[in-house]
Protein backbone atom coordinates (compact mmCIF):
# COMPACT_ATOMS: atom_id res chain seq x y z
CA UNK A 1 0.00 0.00 0.00
CA UNK A 2 1.42 3.47 -0.70
CA UNK A 3 2.01 6.14 2.04
CA UNK A 4 1.65 9.48 1.97
CA UNK A 5 4.38 11.45 4.23
CA UNK A 6 3.48 14.92 4.91
CA UNK A 7 6.19 17.64 5.90
CA UNK A 8 6.63 21.84 6.33
CA UNK A 9 5.08 22.55 9.04
CA UNK A 10 5.79 24.85 12.02
CA UNK A 11 5.12 27.94 13.68
CA UNK A 12 4.62 31.05 11.40
CA UNK A 13 3.83 34.65 12.11
CA UNK A 14 0.59 36.31 10.88
CA UNK A 15 0.42 37.19 7.06
CA UNK A 16 3.12 34.74 6.54
CA UNK A 17 3.71 31.88 4.45
CA UNK A 18 4.56 27.90 4.13
CA UNK A 19 4.40 25.22 1.80
CA UNK A 20 4.19 22.39 2.52
CA UNK A 21 4.45 19.08 0.98
CA UNK A 22 3.40 15.52 0.69
CA UNK A 23 5.30 12.90 -0.26
CA UNK A 24 3.91 9.58 -1.85
CA UNK A 25 6.11 6.34 -1.59
CA UNK A 26 4.72 5.26 -5.27
CA UNK A 27 3.79 7.25 -8.24
CA UNK A 28 0.88 9.76 -7.25
CA UNK A 29 -0.44 9.17 -11.26
CA UNK A 30 -2.48 5.98 -9.53
CA UNK A 31 -4.70 8.67 -7.51
CA UNK A 32 -7.68 10.18 -9.18
CA UNK A 33 -7.41 12.64 -6.72
CA UNK A 34 -5.18 14.25 -4.02
CA UNK A 35 -6.22 16.67 -1.32
CA UNK A 36 -5.41 18.44 1.82
CA UNK A 37 -7.44 18.43 4.89
CA UNK A 38 -7.29 19.84 8.29
CA UNK A 39 -8.35 19.59 11.08
CA UNK A 40 -7.93 22.54 13.97
CA UNK A 41 -8.22 21.83 17.89
CA UNK A 42 -12.16 20.97 19.18
CA UNK A 43 -13.01 20.91 15.49
CA UNK A 44 -13.94 18.09 12.53
CA UNK A 45 -11.21 17.65 9.74
CA UNK A 46 -12.19 19.97 7.02
CA UNK A 47 -11.67 19.65 3.39
CA UNK A 48 -8.62 22.79 2.22
CA UNK A 49 -7.97 21.92 -1.30
CA UNK A 50 -7.90 18.86 -4.10
CA UNK A 51 -6.48 18.22 -7.09
CA UNK A 52 -7.96 15.98 -9.99
CA UNK A 53 -5.63 13.23 -12.12
CA UNK A 54 -6.77 16.18 -15.03
CA UNK A 55 -4.62 18.87 -13.03
CA UNK A 56 -7.69 20.49 -11.95
CA UNK A 57 -7.71 22.23 -8.94
CA UNK A 58 -10.37 23.48 -6.41
CA UNK A 59 -9.62 24.95 -2.75
CA UNK A 60 -12.29 26.04 -0.16
CA UNK A 61 -13.97 29.27 0.14
CA UNK A 62 -11.79 29.71 3.19
CA UNK A 63 -8.58 29.78 1.92
CA UNK A 64 -9.32 30.51 -1.49
CA UNK A 65 -7.15 32.92 -2.92
CA UNK A 66 -4.51 32.23 -0.41
CA UNK A 67 -3.57 28.64 -0.74
CA UNK A 68 -2.82 27.07 -3.63
CA UNK A 69 -2.24 22.92 -4.34
CA UNK A 70 0.48 22.00 -7.00
CA UNK A 71 1.77 18.53 -7.82
CA UNK A 72 4.95 17.34 -9.36
CA UNK A 73 4.65 13.81 -10.73
CA UNK A 74 8.34 12.99 -11.20
CA UNK A 75 8.83 13.45 -7.63
CA UNK A 76 5.41 11.72 -6.32
CA UNK A 77 4.81 14.78 -4.56
CA UNK A 78 1.63 17.83 -4.26
CA UNK A 79 2.37 21.18 -2.55
CA UNK A 80 -0.16 22.93 -0.14
CA UNK A 81 1.42 26.81 -0.81
CA UNK A 82 -0.11 28.95 2.20
CA UNK A 83 0.23 32.31 1.65
CA UNK A 84 -1.19 35.45 4.03
CA UNK A 85 -1.68 32.92 7.44
CA UNK A 86 -4.07 33.74 9.96
CA UNK A 87 -4.61 32.55 13.83
CA UNK A 88 -7.36 30.44 12.14
CA UNK A 89 -5.37 28.75 9.71
CA UNK A 90 -3.73 26.87 12.70
CA UNK A 91 -4.67 22.64 12.44
CA UNK A 92 -3.08 19.63 11.73
CA UNK A 93 -2.88 19.37 8.03
CA UNK A 94 -3.17 15.80 6.28
CA UNK A 95 -2.99 14.88 2.48
CA UNK A 96 -4.83 12.15 1.60
CA UNK A 97 -5.09 10.23 -1.96
CA UNK A 98 -7.95 8.82 -3.68
CA UNK A 99 -8.71 5.71 -5.95
CA UNK A 100 -10.66 3.02 -6.92
CA UNK A 101 -10.86 -0.56 -4.70
CA UNK A 102 -9.98 -1.75 -1.24
CA UNK A 103 -8.04 0.65 0.59
CA UNK A 104 -8.82 4.08 -0.38
CA UNK A 105 -8.40 6.52 0.90
CA UNK A 106 -4.88 6.91 1.65
CA UNK A 107 -3.91 9.53 4.64
CA UNK A 108 -0.83 10.82 5.67
CA UNK A 109 0.46 11.56 9.38
CA UNK A 110 -0.14 15.26 9.41
CA UNK A 111 2.14 18.23 9.84
CA UNK A 112 1.45 20.85 12.46
CA UNK A 113 0.45 24.48 11.47
CA UNK A 114 0.89 27.12 13.95
CA UNK A 115 0.14 30.53 12.89
CA UNK A 116 0.72 32.99 16.04
CA UNK A 117 2.51 36.00 16.93
Known amino acids: QVQLVESGGGLVQPGGSLRLSCTAS????????MGWYRQAPGKQREWVAG???????NTADSVKGRFTISRNNPKNTVYLQMNSLKPEDTAVYYC???????????WGQGTLVTVSS
Open 51 to 57: IRSSGYT
Open 26 to 33: GSISRFNA
Open 96 to 106: NGEAPGPGYPV
